[in-house]
């Protein structure tokens, strides 16, 4: 006895088997072996805009030189430079284009006479002419906005006791401005306001390299802690009350850093200019010491911009993608979706 199977039946059966088939195989879906997925699109990450503070210490700042040296053979090259005092100094000539071995060459060859002009008749202090018209050469007679890298030279207006902020104008007169240490240079009138040392409000200039662009900012501190003792001479006396008085303003600046580089140049003397090997050989240590940490930081914030950049990977809810392959009703039952539908 012969059983005769419906058409529609067979069809129906053959049917289901396939779509079961599909479904275990994963579904044809997925492109085929030989297929190539298009190529992600690069993504756009906006630089790192790296800036380096450089604070005041008068003799001591040649510490910054060695700083930069280490910077510049590790790959770091600052973007923005910021300078209070004797870091004024350092900063406008690297701004001006030169590298720390061009910047070492003129610290070797420098000559006291050549920026210390001392007036009689203002009680023996210095009227810095002469180291205005040092830097002007040095630079190339260029201003402060033509400089190669954006630059800013730090100062305190004397009548107001104000922050004052060079970032353009006579290149010379603003590091002149910025290294008047009180009581050993004469105040620089510009216009009709008088200025003197940058360190009295803002001893490492953070804050100025901030301004500038820099979202991460190296700050070296070279400044003198209050040594427990007399420093026996005028310009120690006057350096380390200038210190004093913006320890606390400068731990609150420094703290707006992302890396702060301390060279060992305590011992050195304000006005120890023949110690000028030592300074930026500490000042290489220094950063040396420094270079995982700095470099440790940069990986981390490229990281986290590229990953902002990227765009989101959209991830349907599960009661869509049970909709979707049709699933739920194959099987006789519901998306989640559709119950609390129903429920309600």
């Known amino acids: 006895m012969s059983t005769r199977v419906h058409p529609l039946s067979f069809l129906a059966t053959f ?28 993504v756009a990450v906006k630089p790192i805009r790296i800036g380096i503070a450089l604070g005041g210490g008068a003799a001591k700042g040649f510490a910054h030189i060695g700083v930069i040296k280490m910077l510049e053979a590790n790959g ?3 973007d923005v430079v910021s300078g209070t005092s004797a870091g004024s100094v350092v900063g406008a000539l690297y701004a001006s284009g030169m590298d720390a071995f061009q910047m070492q060459k003129q610290a070797f060859g420098l000559d006291e006479a050549q920026i210390r002009d001392v007036s009689l008749f203002s009680g023996g202090v210095v009227k810095g002419q002469k180291l205005q018209d040092y830097v002007n050469q040095l630079v190339g007679g260029r201003s402060i906005e033509r400089m190669k890298k954006p630059f800013a030279a730090v100062s305190t207006q004397l009548e107001t006791g104000e922050r004052t902020v060079f970032v353009r104008g006579n290149t010379g ?4 401005a910025s290294s008047s240490i009180p009581g050993v240079f004469e105040p620089v009138v510009i216009g009709p306001k008088h200025y003197v040392d940058g360190g009295v409000v803002s001893p490492v200039p953070v804050d100025a390299a901030r301004q500038l662009g820099a979202d991460f900012v190296i700050a070296v501190d070279i400044s003198t802690k209050a040594s427990g003792r007399n420093p026996g001479s005028l310009l120690g006396t006057v350096n380390q009350s200038i210190t004093i008085m913006g320890q606390k303003l400068g731990q609150q600046e420094l703290a707006r850093a992302n890396i702060i580089i301390r060279p060992s140049v305590n011992d050195i003397g304000a006005a120890d200019f023949e110690q000028r090997n030592i300074a930026i050989l500490e000042g290489e240590r220094a950063a ?33 993608a049970c909709k979707e392959s049709g699933l739920g009703r194959l ?14």
Do not use: H, N, Y
């Not at 007169?173 to 002149?176: D, G, H, K, L, M």
């Not at 940490?293 to 490229?302: G, M, N, S």
């Open 288 to 320: 040396l010491a420094a270079m995982p940490q700095i470099k440790a930081q940069l990986a981390k914030l490229r990281a986290q911009r590229e990953a902002a950049a990227r765009p989101p990977i959209p991830v349907k809810a599960p009661a869509e």
């Open 15 to 42: 049917s289901l088997t396939l779509l079961l088939a599909a479904c275990a195989s994963g579904g044809d879906s997925r492109p085929a072996p030989d297929a190539i997925a298009p190529a992600p699109k690069p």
């Open 76 to 78: 770091i090259q600052p």
């Open 331 to 344: 099987f006789g039952g519901k998306c989640d979706e559709e119950d609390s539908d129903a429920k309600q």
């Open 173 to 176: 007169q603003a590091v002149r």
